[in-house]
């Protein structure tokens, strides 16, 4: 991909990032197989998509720091599990932005839906990806939930340099793990599988195996 196209304008840069988000392949991203036997729950993230002096960025959150919360303190993208009264996994991304930044949906233009990906706590989530046209935006966060955010440029994110690739062991399975070691913030897990995947889609990214493996030996 050339790099120039991280710097192209909104209205030349959405439509064309609209087609190639429909040309990925929809099947489920699952690491985890027979590793995660119980039923997935739904839930969904959006992507903040912003273009901010003359580049693409994509935002970020940070966890606040709960001593009971297994995802205490990692960065995230907003969002969370499907709500009873919801239909669709967009109508979950949106309220979960502005429930935890203050980002209306009325502010979110959508791009479009990548994949589902199944985490290691056991929620197929479906990223969506949404415009911010907006920028700065007067965001309210939820203290509770999100500590800070940030942003970090699509270009930095497409440079293999910042990516680390490990396998894991969970249970009878090793699983591959993502890792971006950005300046700000570890970067890891489901939201660093996500960014892949949409990286892929911009053609900005190899498409590696999800396939995870047999662990030999004990799995204690």
Same mark, same amino acid.
């Given at each position: 991909m050339?790099? /120039?196209?991280?710097?192209?304008?909104?209205?030349?840069? =959405?439509? &064309?990032?609209?087609?190639q988000?429909r040309k990925?392949?929809?099947?489920p991203r699952?690491p985890?197989?027979?590793? =995660?036997?119980? %039923?997935?729950?739904?839930?969904?993230v959006?992507?903040?998509l912003i273009?901010?002096q #003359?580049?693409w960025?994509?935002?970020? =959150?940070?966890r606040?720091?709960?001593?009971?919360?297994?995802?205490s303190g990692?960065?995230a993208?907003?969002?969370?599990?499907? %709500?009873?009264?919801?239909?669709?996994?967009?109508?979950?991304?949106?309220?979960e932005?502005?429930?935890?930044? #203050?980002?209306?949906r009325?502010?979110? %233009?959508?791009?479009? @839906? =990548?994949p589902r990906?199944r !985490?290691a706590?056991?929620? &197929?989530v479906?990223p &969506?990806?949404?415009y911010?046209?907006? &920028?700065?935006? $007067?965001?309210?966060?939820?203290?509770e939930e999100?500590?800070?955010?940030f942003?970090?440029?699509?270009a930095w994110?497409?440079?293999?340099?910042?990516?680390e690739?490990?396998w894991?062991?969970?249970g009878p399975?090793?699983?591959?793990?993502y890792?971006?070691h950005h300046p700000h /913030?570890?970067?890891w #897990?489901?939201?660093?599988r996500?960014?892949v !995947?949409?990286l892929h889609?911009? #053609?900005? @990214?190899p %498409?590696?195996?999800e396939e995870g493996l047999p662990?030999l030996? $004990?799995?204690?």
């Open positions: 050339n790099p /120039a196209r991280f710097r192209t304008p909104p209205e030349a840069f =959405l439509p &064309w990032l609209r087609d988000i990925l392949d929809p099947a699952d985890f197989g027979p590793a =995660l036997p119980a %039923e997935p729950r739904p839930a969904a959006l992507m903040p273009y901010t #003359g580049q960025h994509l935002l970020f =959150l940070r606040t720091e709960q001593p009971h919360d297994p995802h990692q960065v993208f907003p969002g969370g599990r499907m %709500e009873f009264t919801e239909t669709t996994t967009d109508q979950t991304a949106l309220r932005a502005e429930e935890e930044l #203050g980002l209306a009325i502010h979110v %233009e959508l791009v479009g @839906m =990548l990906h !985490t706590s056991n929620y &197929w479906t &969506w990806v949404g911010v046209p907006y &920028w700065p935006y $007067p965001m309210r966060l939820q203290p999100v500590a800070e955010t942003l970090v440029p699509l994110l497409a440079d293999t340099r910042h990516l690739r490990r894991r062991p969970l399975r090793l699983v591959p793990t890792y971006y /913030a570890l970067i #897990g489901a939201t660093a996500i960014v !995947t949409f889609a911009l #053609g900005a @990214m %498409e590696f195996s662990r030996g $004990p799995t204690a």
